[in-house]
């Protein structure tokens, strides 16, 4: 399978004033097209920075990052935001769902950016609602929701743009272990359905679920290994929740 | 992005913040009310104070005596200049005092100008009731006086003035005739005088000088050359570069009207400046709503909008904002020149005031909007992001 992700030698360089900070400091890794991968590290080994710029959020300071073969290290702005709206799906630990829009609309947002008509919006946004199991709550508010509620909703609106890679970061991390449990539950289904995910957390029992560990220190790869089978928990229970492709 | 979409977001954004947006708003809506009413306002008193000239009759020349040059005229100096100036058809000589009249208990405070028959349809007046002093009341120097309209209502506020007599200044008059109004503008009121023949007016002035002369021209297209002929014909005589100030109607309306039309862009560009102050207003309400929506910012430029798009949505809110009060503002505006326009009895509300007082307001919007916009499409949407 081909790759979706592939990093070469990948820096991110912080300056203020006459301080430098090398946050990310050559990193490579390839990661193919189905995979379930978790980053891992504690805080300050630069993770969070490494998923800003698997996203497209922020650009590397130095090395390649080629995403399903661009290299989008040299993008302009606006090529980026392009590149966000139509082939990364982002999953936040605190949601980031706007209060003044309802379930529906919020997932509506990125279609928005593509210009798509009201009518198809609609259309498609329900329809990914119903997949993670909110049918019946489209025209809710986020404070009307429950936590592990807002998180589908995010996982929802990351979905909309049917994107090529899903990328969380930390998605259970603001959740109790049932919710968590469910919405780790929605990524195996997701993944199972042949999504690419990356998963950055600190929680072990989390990346146990995926394929594989990259684990970061102070910025560098630390190791990178599949994750053991036996060790790995079951995703036999998947099937109960359907996922539409 | 669509320009619906954006519309829409705008919209749900400031009906978010109702209070902030109606207070943003009330600065547009006083500065764009202001404009138009003083527009309005100033346009009223320029078409009043032009009426009102223009009711001192057609081809109207003025010759005022430059004193300070050594001009004396005297009331057989009409004839003369009548005589040597063929461009005039008539004029009359003028002797102005200030003085009070009074009839029984009643007395008022006005101008007596001791003139000649000719007067009457050199200003264009018309009697309202007796007649106007003849050649023979000048020549017998009789005690005989015309009253103005303002003279006859407050002396005889309940009687006909016609056969009674009036003292100005001590002096008794008998009053042959009161004339129609004319109307006055800004306490130059043609109708607070009384006309008497010329002689009688030296014993009330205690001159016999000339406070000027006044001339019909033969035509509105000769007057100039009229004016032209005179000033030369006095020059002439007082052996002078400046004899008389002659200025004939036209003359005295465009020198008012220049006048007037100042004033309206002045009163224009003071409400104009409020206007500015309603569009920092907006700028300074844009910049709070986007650092308050800094993460909102973040997320949709995760969400892939691109600085366009959030350029746009601020933009379109702040113009959204300033248009909402300038149409609110033309409203106020209009009913408040509406009411000025009344009260005057002049003028009409101007559609071009109203139309500029709006397109200024959506220029503001825009204009004041453009930098918090900029701002916040500049944002970094990592940094926007994880703002707390």
């Not at chain 1, 790759?3 to 990661?31: H, K, P």
């Not at chain 1, 609609?122 to 909110?134: F, I, K, N, S």
């Not at chain 1, 190791?223 to 036999?236: C, L």
């Not at chain 2, 001590?170 to 005088?193: K, M, R, Y």
Request: hydrophobic letters at 50%; proline letters at 3%; charged letters at 15%.
């Amino acid at each position: 399978m081909s790759d979706v992700v592939r990093v070469e030698e990948l820096c991110r360089t912080f300056r203020t004033g006459a301080i430098e900070v090398q946050a990310v400091r050559g990193v490579s890794f390839s990661i193919e097209e189905g995979a379930m991968v978790a980053i891992m590290g504690p805080s300050g080994s630069g993770k969070t920075t490494l998923m800003n710029m698997l996203g497209c959020l922020d650009r590397p300071t130095g090395g390649h990052y080629f995403l399903g073969g661009d290299d989008v290290a040299k993008k302009s702005d606006d090529a980026l935001a392009a590149i966000r709206n139509r082939r990364i799906g982002f999953i936040f630990q605190n949601y980031n769902l706007l209060p003044a829009l309802n379930a529906l609309e919020n997932v509506e947002l990125p279609l928005v950016y593509r210009g798509m008509a009201a009518g198809e919006r609609h259309l498609v946004a329900t329809q990914v609602l119903a997949e993670v199991g909110l049918g019946e709550l489209i025209s809710f508010r986020p404070y009307e929701l429950s936590g592990g509620q807002q998180q589908r909703v995010g996982i929802a609106r990351a979905l909309a743009g049917k994107p090529n890679l899903l990328l969380a970061d930390e998605p259970t991390g603001n959740l109790d272990s049932a919710s968590g449990e469910e919405i780790l539950n929605l990524f195996l289904a997701l993944n199972a359905a042949g999504r690419t995910v990356i998963i950055v957390t600190h929680d072990e029992q989390v990346a146990l679920h995926c394929e594989r560990i990259i684990r970061l220190k102070d910025g560098a790869v630390l190791s990178d290994r599949p994750v053991a089978a036996d060790s790995r928990r079951m995703r036999g229970d998947l099937g109960t929740r359907a996922v539409v492709q | 992005m669509r320009v619906v979409e954006s519309l829409r977001m705008a919209w749900r954004a400031l009906r978010g913040n109702r209070m902030r947006a109606a207070l943003t708003m009330l600065g547009i809506i006083i500065g764009v009310a202001a404009v138009i009413a003083l527009i309005t306002a100033g346009q009223a008193a320029t078409s009043s104070v032009t009426s009102s000239i223009q009711a001192l009759g057609s081809n109207l020349i003025s010759v005022s005596p430059v004193r300070t040059s050594g001009t004396v005229l005297y009331p057989q100096d009409a004839s003369w200049l009548l005589q040597v100036v063929p461009q005039i058809k008539a004029d009359a000589p003028l002797i102005e005092a200030s003085v009070t009249a009074a009839y029984q208990s009643s007395s008022w405070s006005t101008v007596v100008i001791g003139t000649t028959p000719a007067a009457l349809t050199i200003e264009g007046r018309t009697l309202a009731a007796g007649r106007f002093i003849s050649s023979q009341d000048v020549s017998a120097s009789r005690n005989v006086a015309v009253l103005g309209q303002t003279v006859a209502q407050n002396l005889f506020p309940a009687r006909n003035p016609l056969r009674q007599t009036i003292s100005v200044n001590g002096n008794p008059f008998t009053v042959i005739g009161v004339l129609q109004a004319t109307g006055g503008a800004f306490g130059a009121n043609a109708d607070n005088v009384i006309i008497v023949p010329i002689n009688a007016a030296e014993w009330v002035a205690g001159t016999t000088e000339l406070t000027g002369i006044e001339a019909e021209a033969r035509s509105a297209a000769i007057a100039p050359l009229a004016v032209a002929q005179i000033t030369a014909v006095l020059n002439h005589r007082f052996a002078s570069t400046n004899a008389a100030t002659v200025i004939s109607q036209d003359q005295i309306l465009s020198t008012l009207s220049t006048i007037t039309g100042t004033l309206t862009l002045m009163l224009g560009g003071i409400a104009g400046i409020s206007l500015l102050v309603g569009g920092v207003g907006i700028m300074n309400i844009m910049l709070v709503t986007v650092s308050e929506r800094t993460r909102e910012i973040g997320l949709r430029k995760a969400m892939g909008a691109s600085r366009r798009a959030i350029l746009t949505q601020f933009l379109i809110e702040s113009s959204l904002l300033s248009l909402a009060g300038g149409m609110i503002g033309v409203l106020v505006g209009v009913s408040l020149s509406l009411l000025l326009t009344h009260l005057l009895g002049a003028g009409s509300v101007p559609i071009s005031a109203v139309l500029l007082a709006l397109g200024f307001s959506l220029v503001v919007g825009i204009v004041f909007g453009i930098w918090p916009a900029a701002n916040a499409s500049r944002l970094d949407p990592v940094q926007a992001l994880y703002q707390s």
